[in-house]
Structure formats: C-alpha cells, structure tokens
C-alpha cells in the first residue's frame, strides 16, 4: 500500500489531502490569511480520519508553486518539518499541472493553459495534455512554466481551455488562441486532491527530494528561498 500526503497553500484555497493506493480523501478549506493557523490541524484531522500516523507514509507532497510567496513559504516550512521529522521523501508538484488535471477531471478536455493571477499585471502560466489510460493519469507539459505580463504573449499554436484566477485576462488570452475555448474555469484553485493524485505518479518514477530540497518554485527572479529546518512545535 502506497500512502501520501499533499498540502497546498498556494492560493487563498488552503488543502490536505491522502492518496491511499488510488483512494483520495481531502479536506479543502477557502480560507485567505488563515493558512498558518489551519494547516496543521488539517493534517492531524484527515490523518485521524484514515487512522494513520506520519509513520505510516511513504511520501509527502506539496504544491510547490508558483503562487503566492507567502503561501508557497507555508506549506514548504511545513513539508520540510514533517518530512525531517518523520524521515520522508518530499515529491514537488506544480500547482498549474494540479489546476490542470482538475480541469481535465470536471470537463474531460484534454489541453490546458493554467493560469494564476500573479498581481502586478503578470499571470503564472503553464500549457498541459492530460489523458487517462487505463485508469493511471497522464499529463505532459506543452508551455513551460513562466510569469508574464498577458498583454506580450504571442499566439499559441495549440488550442486550450482554460483554468485557474490568471484568466481574468480571459480578454487578452483568448484571442491568441486559434480556437475559442469551450471552457474557462476561473473559479478553480490548485487543491491538494489533484496534488496528491500527481504525486503517486511521480512516486512510482522515484521523482522525489529530500526534506532539505523541498524548496518552492515562485519563478520572480528577485524572490530567493534559504533552505532550513523549520521549527515544528509539538504535535
């Protein structure tokens, strides 16, 4: 049996979820500003309810980002105390492929262009193919993850539909693609439910880090991450 645990709080959206064996149980809150206080309750709560231990996990992800800093320095902090804590290996999961696969699974369309809204008149963004094949995901990336103002986008070659808050450029985006989007998700945050569904792929390729590499990913060349061991508090 293959259990992981995922977090994420990229986003004002703050999640945790288990991936037994394929069998997913989440908790996700909208809570903005309250990351800090609900997260760890969150993990000892959906721990509970599986009745498991962090000794009972074999990996820990998170979604490493891009998002917000602040949120991303949360739950790597956190990731980073449980996983040295316990021994575990860390699996790093882009947030815009989560947002990717949960569109995938609401609307069955296969391309992507993620987005989140990155302030300062920048998006985050990231293209994927999603397929299901024999029930096992699968999910290539078609636009390398990068921060950009939309307004100095070229077009695209590749139709996509789209999700995530960056597509409240939906006026400047849309006309660069060759085909109008049937879908426009904006509504959707990255959740740990999808984070820990693309973590049990990656922990099946052995595409893990140590807790002292679980770093996030913010993609501003200005923002910079010291790695540490964060202090935990008893639990």
């Excluded at 908790?27 to 760890?40: E, S, T």
Aim: aromatic share 8%; glycine share 8%.
């Amino acid at each position: 049996m293959t259990v992981i645990l995922a977090l994420d709080t990229s986003t004002p959206a703050c999640s945790v979820a288990l991936n037994i064996d394929g069998v997913v149980l989440e908790d996700f809150r909208m809570a903005p500003r309250l990351h800090n206080d609900l997260i760890l309750p969150m993990v000892d709560q959906i721990l509970s309810q599986a009745g498991l231990a962090l000794s009972d996990l074999d990996a820990i992800a998170f979604g490493r980002g891009p998002g917000s800093f602040t949120g991303l320095r949360i739950s790597a902090g956190v990731v980073q105390g449980l996983a040295f804590g316990a021994d575990l290996p860390v699996i790093l999961v882009s947030t815009l492929a989560a947002l990717s696969l949960e569109g995938f699974q609401k609307t069955g369309k296969n391309n992507w262009l993620a987005a989140l809204d990155a302030r300062m008149g920048e998006i985050y963004m990231g293209g994927y193919s999603v397929n299901k094949i024999e029930g096992c995901y699968e999910i290539d990336s078609l636009i390398d993850e990068c921060v950009v103002k939309p307004a100095a986008l070229s077009a695209f070659s590749t139709s996509f539909d789209g999700v995530g808050s960056g597509w409240c450029y939906e006026d400047v985006l849309t006309p660069l693609l060759p085909n109008h989007p049937t879908h426009i998700l904006t509504d959707l945050a990255p959740r740990a439910a999808c984070i820990a569904e693309l973590a049990l792929l990656l922990f099946k390729k052995g595409e893990m880090v140590s807790a002292y590499d679980a770093i996030p990913t913010y993609l501003r060349d200005e923002i910079s991450w010291e790695k540490q061991a964060p202090r935990i508090g008893k639990r």
